[in-house]
């Protein structure tokens, strides 16, 4: 295929247009488009591959986040998504860190067997939060203060992705006196996940999103392993995207900005579109 270079946005119109759909329209028309289940209407992927600003970029991949019935999980962003997505890794760090002390965003490490990373908008976590103590009272559950605690004094304080039992304690201990069925409470609801190597070590964690890890795992191979199958181990983005995943529940646009990222795939361009292709060793 024969390769073109890419026009600069200051003497692009559609890097022009792109730039003011990524400042004015995120968060309105593909919220909208989210909410009526209809993935064809968005714009396609090689039109939103790329953005300017971390907080556009993960606000865009929240909006078309997929639809997933079989388990309630808020809205996540993968890191390596938002390496895809923003070419300046340092500014991508940079901006996620100033998100996550701002109090925007959660950073969650994710027990994957790789160096994987969850973002989720902590308006969408402390919803999450909220949810599991409703069902909790449904069920007369006891020892539920421990929850407004967790949020009050240990999320609003602590905005690391792990944090030691003692200190864990001591912050709770801000709401009420620290029982251990407080803890082992928001370990089975899937808040605190023990460490492997430091027992007094606990992760953060994002309650039913372990139900995602092994469709995350298969969808990486399966997307990697339909390139290998083509010729030169390549395809257009634009018919690629329209292709589903059989053995994951996130969609292909998913998958596609996280190899990106992940440096498993990269892109170029041709004068009949962008190409995907297994990156070479």
Same mark, same amino acid.
């Given at each position: ?45 090689? @039109? ?9 970029? +993960? ?14 999980? !808020? ?6 998504? +938002? ?42 976590? *402390? ?11 449904? %069920?007369?559950?006891?020892? *539920?203060?421990?929850? %407004? ?15 030691? =039992? ?13 029982? @251990?069925?407080?803890?082992?409470? *928001? ?19 994002? !309650? ?14 399966? *997307?990697?392993?339909?390139? %290998?199958?083509?010729? =030169?181990?390549?395809?257009? +983005?634009?018919?690629?995207?329209? %292709? ?19 440096? =498993? ?17």
């Amino acid at each position: 295929m024969k390769r073109i270079t890419t026009p600069g946005p200051e003497s692009s119109t559609t890097g022009t247009k792109k730039r003011r759909r990524e400042e004015e329209e995120v968060g309105c028309s593909h919220s909208a488009n989210n909410e009526d289940g209809a993935d064809d209407q968005f714009l396609p992927l090689q @039109d939103e591959l790329t953005f300017t600003d971390t907080s556009v970029a +993960l606000r865009m991949m929240r909006s078309q986040f997929p639809r997933i019935d079989q388990a309630s999980v !808020p809205p996540f962003i993968l890191q390596s998504q +938002l390496y895809s997505s923003v070419n300046d890794r340092t500014q991508v760090d940079r901006e996620l860190e100033c998100l996550r002390r701002e109090k925007v965003v959660r950073v969650f490490k994710l027990n994957t067997g790789q160096d994987d990373h969850a973002i989720i908008f902590l308006d969408d976590y *402390l919803i999450q939060v909220d949810r599991i103590v409703k069902r909790m009272e449904e %069920k007369k559950q006891r020892d *539920l203060e421990i929850f %407004k605690w967790f949020k009050e004094h240990v999320l609003d304080s602590k905005l690391e992705s792990s944090i030691g =039992h003692n200190e864990l304690c001591s912050l709770l201990s801000s709401g009420g006196k620290v029982k @251990d069925a407080h803890i082992t409470l *928001l370990i089975n609801a899937g808040l605190l996940t023990r460490q492997f190597i430091d027992p007094d070590m606990y992760w953060f964690a994002v !309650p039913s999103i372990g139900k995602l890890w092994k469709g995350l795992m298969q969808g990486r191979n399966e *997307l990697l392993s339909l390139l %290998k199958r083509q010729r =030169h181990k390549e395809m257009f +983005l634009a018919v690629l995207e329209k %292709k589903r995943l059989r053995f994951s529940p996130l969609d292909m646009r998913f998958h596609v900005r996280d190899l990106i990222g992940s440096g =498993h795939l990269k892109t170029f361009q041709t004068t009949s579109g962008l190409v995907v292709r297994i990156s070479r060793d």
